[in-house]
């Protein structure tokens, strides 16, 4: 070991290698069944006290599987060769159809929420307000207050007083792990209600991502019930605010509104509602993806107020975990990729720096597939034009044009916040797919910087048979992140120690000039500026796709990883940020597409993201029986073991009871789907499948003429906080059988030319004998 570090420190040219200081971490010492608590006879006995300890017998799972065979899949895009024409030039406008002027901005009109949860629609414009506040009133089924998980957590410490008496906790509360869930994330739906049950089954960003990753939280909440603070973001930002604005532009979020609220009618109209060009096997739009996105970019600036938004830093958490949906590491300044809209993380790095003064951000990605969109936007900070960004469409501010004009090569001079991106990914998966490729983002992905205003960091997934095996690459070739973003940050601090003193010494003249002016002739000296704090901060795109029971259909080369490398990896994150941050690190949902990878890759994630350094990982917890036990709870129908006699049964029962609880809207059909079609009466205008269940008819219609006032009332705010009409009218909806896709008017695949396009696809261009075409 010490000759392995020796020659490592000695090629690493990093100032300040990790390597010592990560040594416990990132030695693997496998654990023999002996060391198992629970003992027993029988296999199936998982013991769930504050040990720690499993006593887990190995079985065989099989993963989930799609309806639609990956090989049938891959042999009719090979016959039908639909390359999308996304990544060009020009490929559609992204100017808003209405006069731009509709649109208000962030400064003359702030985007404000009525009584009921319905949008005000002030920002968008001269808008049919009526006909749009009826359309984006949110679920009745979402709890705002958290009021069924309150209950389900008092009534789980109520009957397990042990755990309530002697599992551990912090001094400080705000020394737990925040958990900050954006109950409006569900709102975005896949909305073409005339596909085939085959293709809805290669539709892997859902909502029901949101149960599976509730259930990974309520995993780690019932190891350590006083570690972690669960809240909910009841705060929904606008679009076109500052922080959005200046990773995106002033066009694309208008262009995006506009999109969302045309696909109301081409829905109705069985079209697909995105552009021409677009990959409509990834990207999806209804109306009230608006309501997802503003509880998104809502949710990101609730944690980073929690984090660092009081003076007092007693008053602020440390750790934050931050669960939202859709994802946003693909997204570029101006260009929707993968499943992305937005880039959430690059929205909550603008929105610390221009609130906080945040001055420098690493983040470290750990999603299967290469974040593309956040690298870009990373050259664009750095002062260089992006693939897709704001120069391609005009749509750079005015006042940067003229007081910060690029350099003959192309390079303005870069401003705060100084961004590190360091990721670890599969290079043969999207968007790199292996076969799809081109050499440019190839070359994006491999990408290893760190001069001219640039850092980025790119490390590849390797192959691996056993986890020792696997620990070795950790050590050897994925701790370079760790290594990266530590360098990254010590330098960023010496460079402002270093300005921050010349800042002295020129003060110290300047301070001499005025006392003594004649001593300069006719010499004038300027006051110098005070340079940008160092005010660093630790981000994570939590990506759990890489994970080693992800759908096949996703983990398309069988690269992965183990479900402990997630709390390794984070533990070792924390201590990298104490060294720089005061141990502040947010962490932000990514990928994760399968029950099983979301609910113990978080679960994991979590048990990393602590601030107890005696808190490890028990590889059983991760074990496919652990993971099968999960995955049982994200099931529409889930039913609890009425009499479970083994330990891991018990457990898996008040952990999908919690997990359920948190956010009642995720819990819908395999097969749901967005639709939207006004009541006779003067209720919500729901239909049975935009609110959790499916099926032919209006919500009024199924729960019953005398319920559809009730209906209706209980989409006030009032209702909304305290809803206890709520909880009978989820199990009354959640216990029909009706299914969404059995209304569909036509059960056909769409038959234009997107039919086939999945995120197998690359979005550039495809090289043909060496040509783009």
Same mark, same amino acid.
């Given at each position: 070991?010490?000759?392995?570090?020796?020659?490592? !420190?000695?090629? *690493?040219?990093?100032?300040?290698?990790?390597?010592?200081?990560?040594?416990?971490?990132?030695?693997?010492?496998?654990?023999? *069944?002996?060391?198992?608590?629970?003992?027993?006879?029988?296999?199936?006995?998982?013991?769930?006290?504050?040990?720690?300890?499993?006593?887990?017998?190995?079985?065989?799972? @099989?993963?989930?599987? &799609?309806?639609?065979?990956?090989?049938?899949?891959?042999?009719?895009?090979?016959?039908?060769?639909?390359?999308?024409?996304?990544?060009?030039?020009?490929?559609?406008?992204?100017?808003?159809?209405?006069?731009?002027?509709?649109?208000?901005?962030?400064?003359?009109?702030?985007?404000?929420?009525?009584?009921?949860? &319905?949008?005000?629609?002030?920002?968008?414009?001269?808008?049919?307000?009526?006909?749009?506040?009826?359309?984006?009133?949110?679920?009745?089924?979402?709890?705002?207050?958290?009021?069924?998980?309150?209950?389900?957590?008092?009534?789980?410490?109520?009957?397990?007083?042990?755990?309530?008496?002697?599992?551990?906790?912090?001094?400080?509360?705000?020394?737990?792990?925040?958990?900050?869930?954006?109950?409006?994330?569900?709102?975005?739906?896949?909305?073409?209600?005339?596909?085939?049950?085959?293709?809805?089954?290669?539709?892997?960003?859902?909502?029901?991502?949101?149960?599976?990753?509730?259930?990974?939280?309520?995993?780690? #909440?019932?190891?350590?019930?006083?570690?972690?603070?669960?809240?909910? &973001?009841?705060?929904?930002?606008?679009?076109?605010?500052?922080?959005?604005?200046?990773?995106?532009?002033?066009?694309?979020?208008?262009?995006?509104?506009?999109?969302?609220?045309?696909?109301?009618?081409?829905?109705?109209?069985?079209?697909?509602?995105?552009?021409?060009?677009?990959?409509?096997?990834?990207?999806?739009?209804?109306?009230?993806?608006?309501?997802?996105?503003?509880?998104?970019?809502?949710?990101?600036?609730?944690?980073?107020?929690?984090?660092?938004?009081?003076?007092?830093?007693?008053?602020?958490?440390?750790?934050?975990?931050?669960?939202?949906?859709?994802?946003?590491?693909?997204?570029?300044?101006?260009?929707?990729?993968?499943?992305?809209?937005?880039?959430?993380?690059?929205?909550?790095?603008?929105?610390? /720096?221009?609130?906080?003064?945040?001055?420098?951000?690493?983040?470290?990605?750990?999603?299967?597939?290469?974040?593309?969109?956040?690298?870009?936007?990373?050259?664009?900070?750095?002062?260089?034009?992006?693939?897709?960004?704001?120069?391609?469409?005009?749509?750079?501010?005015?006042?940067?044009?003229?007081?910060?004009?690029?350099?003959?090569?192309?390079?303005?001079?870069?401003?705060?916040?100084?961004? %590190?991106?360091?990721?670890?990914?599969?290079?043969?998966?999207?968007?790199?797919?292996?076969?799809?490729?081109?050499?440019?983002?190839?070359?994006?992905?491999?990408?290893?910087?760190?001069?001219?205003?640039?850092?980025?960091?790119?490390?590849?997934?390797?192959?691996?048979?056993?986890?020792?095996?696997?620990?070795?690459?950790?050590?050897?070739?994925?701790? /370079?992140?760790?290594?990266?973003?530590?360098?990254?940050?010590?330098?960023?601090?010496?460079?402002?120690?270093?300005?921050?003193?010349?800042?002295?010494?020129?003060?110290?003249?300047?301070?001499?000039?005025?006392?003594?002016?004649? #001593?300069?002739?006719?010499?004038?000296?300027?006051?110098?500026?005070?340079?940008?704090?160092?005010?660093?901060?630790?981000?994570? &795109?939590?990506?759990?796709?890489?994970?080693?029971?992800?759908?096949?259909?996703?983990?398309?080369?069988?690269?992965?990883?183990?479900?402990?490398?997630?709390?390794?990896?984070?533990?070792?994150?924390?201590?990298?940020?104490?060294?720089?941050?005061?141990?502040?690190?947010?962490?932000?949902?990514? %990928?994760?597409?399968?029950?099983?990878? #979301?609910?113990?890759?978080?679960?994991?994630?979590?048990?990393? #993201?602590?601030?107890?350094?005696?808190?490890?990982?028990? !590889?059983?917890?991760?074990?496919?029986?652990?993971?099968?036990?999960?995955?049982?709870?994200?099931?529409?129908?889930?039913?609890?073991?009425?009499?479970?006699?083994? !330990?891991?049964?018990?457990?898996?029962?008040?952990?999908?009871?919690?997990?359920?609880?948190?956010?009642?809207?995720?819990?819908?059909?395999?097969?749901?789907?967005?639709?939207?079609?006004? @009541?006779?009466?003067?209720?919500?205008?729901?239909?049975?499948?935009?609110?959790?269940?499916?099926?032919?008819?209006?919500?009024?219609?199924?729960?019953?003429?005398?319920?559809?006032?009730?209906?209706?009332?209980?989409?006030?705010?009032?209702?909304?906080?305290?809803?206890?009409?709520?909880?009978?009218?989820?199990?009354?909806?959640?216990?029909?059988?009706?299914?969404?896709?059995?209304?569909?008017?036509?059960?056909?695949?769409?038959?234009?030319?997107?039919?086939?396009?999945?995120?197998?696809?690359?979005?550039?261009? =495809?090289?043909?004998?060496? =040509?783009?075409?």
């Amino acid at each position: 070991m010490s000759n392995l570090r020796e020659k490592l !420190e000695k090629e *690493n040219d990093s100032e300040e290698s990790l390597i010592s200081q990560f040594e416990t971490t990132l030695t693997f010492r496998p654990t023999s *069944n002996a060391d198992y608590g629970g003992g027993g006879d029988g296999g199936d006995d998982i013991t769930i006290d504050q040990t720690q300890d499993f006593n887990v017998t190995s079985m065989n799972y @099989t993963r989930d599987v &799609s309806i639609v065979g990956i090989e049938e899949l891959e042999e009719e895009e090979l016959m039908l060769e639909q390359i999308p024409k996304f990544k060009t030039r020009n490929r559609y406008s992204l100017l808003p159809n209405l006069a731009t002027k509709e649109f208000k901005d962030e400064r003359d009109s702030i985007r404000s929420s009525s009584r009921d949860g &319905s949008p005000s629609l002030s920002s968008y414009g001269n808008l049919d307000s009526t006909k749009y506040k009826d359309i984006l009133r949110p679920s009745p089924l979402i709890d705002i207050a958290l009021e069924r998980f309150h209950k389900a957590f008092d009534l789980f410490l109520d009957s397990n007083p042990h755990i309530k008496s002697e599992s551990p906790r912090f001094r400080n509360e705000k020394d737990r792990t925040l958990v900050v869930l954006s109950p409006y994330s569900s709102e975005h739906a896949f909305g073409r209600l005339w596909v085939s049950k085959s293709y809805l089954s290669t539709i892997f960003e859902r909502p029901q991502r949101l149960l599976a990753s509730c259930l990974g939280i309520s995993a780690a #909440l019932t190891m350590f019930p006083f570690f972690y603070q669960i809240i909910n &973001s009841t705060k929904r930002g606008s679009l076109f605010s500052p922080h959005v604005r200046r990773i995106h532009g002033k066009n694309w979020p208008k262009k995006l509104v506009e999109l969302c609220l045309e696909s109301h009618d081409k829905l109705l109209d069985d079209e697909i509602e995105v552009p021409e060009g677009w990959n409509a096997g990834d990207i999806y739009l209804t109306p009230k993806t608006i309501n997802a996105i503003e509880g998104v970019i809502g949710t990101i600036e609730t944690a980073i107020d929690n984090v660092i938004g009081n003076i007092s830093s007693k008053d602020n958490y440390d750790l934050a975990f931050v669960v939202i949906r859709p994802p946003g590491h693909h997204s570029h300044a101006c260009l929707p990729s993968g499943f992305c809209l937005l880039n959430n993380v690059q929205i909550g790095i603008e929105y610390a /720096a221009d609130k906080y003064k945040v001055s420098h951000v690493a983040i470290l990605d750990i999603d299967l597939h290469h974040g593309d969109g956040s690298q870009d936007i990373c050259w664009e900070r750095a002062g260089f034009a992006g693939d897709y960004g704001k120069d391609d469409f005009q749509d750079l501010d005015e006042d940067e044009l003229r007081n910060n004009p690029r350099n003959d090569y192309g390079k303005r001079t870069a401003g705060y916040p100084k961004v %590190g991106y360091f990721s670890l990914h599969d290079i043969r998966s999207y968007p790199t797919e292996l076969g799809y490729a081109t050499r440019e983002n190839i070359k994006n992905a491999s990408l290893c910087i760190m001069d001219h205003d640039l850092t980025i960091w790119n490390v590849h997934l390797q192959s691996w048979a056993t986890e020792d095996e696997f620990y070795k690459h950790y050590l050897t070739k994925y701790v /370079a992140l760790l290594n990266r973003a530590n360098q990254f940050l010590n330098t960023a601090k010496k460079e402002y120690e270093a300005a921050y003193q010349e800042y002295l010494t020129d003060l110290a003249k300047y301070n001499k000039y005025l006392m003594k002016p004649h #001593l300069y002739g006719n010499q004038s000296i300027k006051r110098p500026e005070i340079p940008q704090p160092f005010n660093p901060l630790i981000m994570i &795109s939590a990506g759990f796709d890489a994970l080693e029971y992800e759908n096949p259909q996703m983990q398309r080369h069988g690269i992965n990883v183990p479900t402990s490398f997630y709390a390794k990896f984070t533990k070792d994150v924390v201590k990298l940020a104490k060294i720089h941050t005061n141990g502040k690190v947010v962490s932000f949902l990514e %990928g994760g597409y399968s029950d099983g990878a #979301l609910s113990t890759g978080i679960f994991s994630h979590l048990i990393g #993201l602590t601030n107890d350094d005696d808190i490890q990982w028990n !590889e059983t917890w991760g074990s496919q029986q652990v993971m099968k036990e999960l995955s049982k709870g994200c099931k529409k129908n889930w039913t609890p073991y009425k009499n479970p006699n083994a !330990e891991i049964t018990v457990w898996a029962n008040e952990v999908i009871k919690l997990g359920r609880a948190m956010m009642p809207n995720a819990i819908l059909p395999a097969n749901y789907i967005y639709h939207y079609e006004p @009541t006779n009466s003067k209720s919500s205008g729901m239909t049975a499948s935009s609110i959790g269940s499916g099926g032919g008819g209006t919500a009024s219609e199924r729960i019953g003429s005398n319920n559809s006032l009730q209906l209706h009332s209980m989409v006030g705010s009032k209702d909304l906080v305290n809803p206890p009409p709520i909880h009978k009218m989820v199990k009354e909806i959640l216990a029909d059988g009706s299914e969404a896709i059995e209304s569909s008017p036509i059960k056909a695949d769409p038959e234009d030319s997107r039919r086939i396009i999945r995120h197998t696809r690359s979005y550039f261009k =495809k090289v043909n004998n060496g =040509k783009d075409r």
